[in-house]
């Protein structure tokens, strides 16, 4: 049976953009959409904003194939609520609800079922993607635009914007069962991890709280719950870790469990006592207010002057870095020891032989990775040079054969950049895509901050 939401004017809206494109032939152009993940500041450049807000329909979710196709702007929020109506999920859910499935594609999400699924973009079936020219082209792992599919990940808008997606769907029970298992030996915490990829679980995640303080957490789908939690308001999910070795929620509250203190950040944002949250209220704690206040924050560099006032320079350190698992107690040590940024949160990513395919996110096939995020401000009495820990992080990664997400700050230099994300296999794609540069290219996007 199929269960069809078809929205009739995908076809139209398409061709509305298409236009859009192709009469604005000597401007630049960028996405318009209300919500964005993208944590670099930027600097200002005359581009044409494309208005693509209303790419946020569910198009079909085939409750046989356990298939669903999503126009690329819709948020996994709503693309959550959509396909639960059916008992479904996507197959890969980031954890931010302001996320969307093409955004999740083009900057490679991430969450706590790639320990069976790989990365999202990895079981992606077929895209639409608007082209430079205004044209759209169906790319599938087969077909004639097969190197647009493979390439399109991490190329963060670069070569084109996935405008429709086809991925699997994953059925799901109601309730998930958490269990919260401590570990104080790195190496054991990273062997378990090993050992869990083939278990009876559905979702495995980690925290990590300070050394010797690390927990894994496994998920299990279940028809039925003794009792729930809830983590919506007054109640805070990473400090349950610590306090519970077992927990019930419904699958919603579950996969949104990090978003309403945005995994622990919104510490930053002093709203993690009763008082401030009750005065806040309920609706406002979530990742996309956190967002627009960090947003304000770094434009107008209010912590920045309190920070120099009280003699302090503050380094901002939002990564996500995946290692690979033989590898990861050795980074582990080295964020412990140098950033000292804690929480950090722990993904597992199993690899298979697609996951090598991906020529500007290869992963070695024959190992799993763990996806390490740590995200927050460093401070310090001495004046450092400008992103001083960002480029340790960076020479670690390259030294552990890891690779990083794009998404915030980097400053590999472009020989550097162009070894780590294969800038031969892009500019093939840039020459084939976009040769007249109408849009950025992924070093002056991702690193000039353009
Ligand atoms: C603090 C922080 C925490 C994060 N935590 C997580 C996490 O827990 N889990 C996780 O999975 N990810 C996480 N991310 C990364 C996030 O998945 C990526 O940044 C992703 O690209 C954001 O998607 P978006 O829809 O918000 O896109 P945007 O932020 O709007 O855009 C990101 C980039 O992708 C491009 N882009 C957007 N949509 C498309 C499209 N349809 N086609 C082609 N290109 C497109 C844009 O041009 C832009 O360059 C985090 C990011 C931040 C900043």
Redesign the pocket.
């Known amino acids: 049976m199929t269960t069809a939401k078809t929205a009739p004017s995908y076809l139209e809206r398409r061709d509305r953009l298409s236009h859009e494109v192709q009469s604005s032939s000597s401007h630049r152009v960028?996405?318009s959409?209300p919500?964005?993940?993208?944590?670099r500041d930027r600097v200002a450049e005359r581009t044409k904003p494309l208005t693509v807000k209303d790419f946020n329909h569910l198009l079909e979710l085939d409750s046989e194939q356990e298939t669903l196709e999503a126009e690329?702007?819709m948020?996994y929020a709503a693309l959550v609520d959509a396909t639960l109506e059916y008992g479904f999920i996507p197959m890969v859910v980031?954890?931010?609800k302001?996320?969307?499935i093409?955004?999740?594609?083009?900057?490679?999400?991430?969450?706590s079922t790639c320990f069976r699924h790989g990365l999202?973009h990895e079981s992606v079936l077929e895209m639409d993607v608007l082209l430079a020219d205004g044209s759209v082209v169906s790319c599938s792992p087969d077909g004639e635009h097969s190197d647009l599919f493979y390439g399109?990940p991490n190329?963060?808008?670069t070569l084109?914007?996935?405008?429709k997606l086809k991925t699997p769907a994953l059925r799901v029970k109601p309730y998930v069962e958490l269990n919260h298992i401590r570990f104080r030996d790195a190496e054991e915490f990273f062997a378990r991890i090993g050992e869990l990829r083939n278990a009876d679980i559905d979702f495995l995640d980690g925290t990590v709280f300070q050394r010797n303080e690390y927990y894994l957490t496994t998920g299990k789908f279940t028809s039925s719950a003794p009792h729930l939690s809830d983590y919506t308001y007054l109640n805070i999910y990473y400090r349950s870790i610590r306090e519970k070795t077992t927990d019930y929620l419904t699958v919603k509250d579950y996969i949104w469990r990090?978003d309403t203190d945005?995994?622990w950040?919104s510490k930053n944002l002093y709203v993690q006592n009763q008082f401030m949250r009750r005065l806040v209220g309920k609706k406002r704690l979530n990742s996309t207010t956190y967002t627009k206040v960090m947003r304000w924050n770094s434009k107008w560099g209010v912590t920045d002057r309190l920070d120099r006032i009280a003699g302090m320079h503050s380094e901002s350190v939002?990564q996500?870095i995946d290692i690979p698992i033989d590898n990861a107690p050795v980074f582990l040590d080295f964020l412990l020891r140098e950033i000292d940024l804690l929480p950090i949160?722990i993904c597992p990513i199993g690899t298979d032989e697609r996951s090598s395919r991906f020529p500007l996110f290869a992963l070695n096939p024959d190992s799993m990775y763990v996806n390490f995020?740590f995200?927050g401000p460093v401070r310090s009495r001495g004046r450092r040079d400008p992103g001083y820990l960002n480029r340790k992080i960076e020479r670690m990664t390259s030294e552990l054969n890891g690779i990083k997400?794009l998404?915030?700050d980097s400053y590999f230099d472009r020989e550097t950049f162009w070894d780590r994300y294969n800038g031969e296999e892009y500019s093939k794609l840039k020459n084939r895509y976009d040769p007249n540069g109408k849009f950025l290219d992924l070093y002056e996007?991702s690193v000039l901050r353009k």
Do not use: H
Not at 35 to 39: A, H, I, K, P
Not at 102 to 111: F, S
């Open positions: 960028r996405l959409k919500t964005s993940n993208l944590f690329g702007m948020t980031p954890q931010l302001s996320i969307t093409g955004g999740a594609i083009a900057g490679v999400g991430i969450e999202p399109l190329s963060y808008g084109g914007y996935a405008l990090w945005w995994f950040c939002i996500d949160w995020g995200w997400s998404y915030s996007k």
